[in-house]
């Protein structure tokens, strides 16, 4: 199960952060360690920092962009020195443990953490189905990035501990993965576009309401079809139109 929970780590600028980052994942059981762009990759620094972590370092995979991180991730948790950003769906750190490991039984879990100097941008902590915060001090709430990763494995562990003690486990829905969920929205987009509701000079804020809106909601796979299916048919009646 703790091989369904997946570390990523976007556009990060200093090996020794990925290096510390494999180490604190690896203390805590995790191995899928995956980087959205790094600024350097990780050489000889972050082995030191990795000590005997270096096996996950070897088999990180490097992506170019964060939606190929997630594209087979059904639940996205994106981590925030910040609190509250964008007004998203919270969850505690602890909460955050119990969620990942109750969802990675069945299915990929991703926990998303920032850049050293700006964290995730909005396009990016938008996503995710949740946003985590480490209730750290409010007038200095930002923790080091490894260290950040340290703390939400140590809530994972805790908790698929805490898991692993209990006889029966709960039936969960089948939530699409954040590929299909990308596509809905990019489809969404372009029928409220073609239909002038949202105006192609002019977008706003729609998208990002409805993205929250959705996220909130969390459709089902099969309730994502229906919606799918819905704008389809909606689509071919303008084309005739
Ligand atoms: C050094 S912090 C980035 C700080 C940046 N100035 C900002 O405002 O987001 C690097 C990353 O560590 C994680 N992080 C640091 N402090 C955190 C906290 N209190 N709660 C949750 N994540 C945190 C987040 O992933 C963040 O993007």
């Known amino acids: 199960m703790l091989d369904n929970i997946r570390i990523v780590l976007v556009n990060t600028s200093h090996q020794g952060n990925i290096g510390s980052a494999a180490r604190a994942m690896k203390t805590m059981g995790l191995t899928d360690l995956v980087l959205v762009d790094p600024v350097e990759s990780p050489q000889s620094h972050a ?20 939606q190929e991180a997630i594209a ?34 069945a299915a990929k879990v991703a926990l998303v953490f920032g850049r050293e100097n700006s964290g995730l941008t909005n ?12 209730p750290a001090n409010p007038e200095y709430s930002s923790l080091n990035l490894a260290m950040a990763v340290q703390t939400l ?32 929205f990019v489809h969404l987009e372009k029928s409220l576009t073609d239909s002038g509701f949202i105006v192609r000079q002019h977008p706003g804020l729609v998208m990002n309401k409805l993205r929250r809106m959705f996220n909130r ?3 089902e796979e099969n309730e994502l079809n229906i919606l799918r299916g819905m704008l389809t048919s909606f689509d071919k009646r303008m084309d005739k139109e």
Request: a negative charge; proline letters at 7%.
């Open 47 to 66: 082995s030191a920092l990795a000590a005997g972590a270096t096996d996950i370092l070897a088999a990180a995979h490097t992506v170019d962009t964060l």
């Open 72 to 105: 087979d991730c059904p639940l996205v948790l994106a981590t925030s020195a910040r609190n509250r950003t964008l007004d998203w769906p919270m969850l505690s750190p602890r909460e955050a443990g119990a969620k990942a490991v109750q969802e990675g039984k």
């Open 123 to 134: 396009e990016e902590l938008q996503m995710s189905q949740f946003h985590v915060h480490i």
């Open 153 to 184: 494995s140590y809530e994972i562990r805790t908790a698929w501990l805490e898991l692993e003690e209990q006889p029966q486990s709960i039936e969960l829905p089948e939530y699409p993965n954040g590929e299909n969920l990308e596509r809905f």
């Open 217 to 219: 909601a969390r459709p």
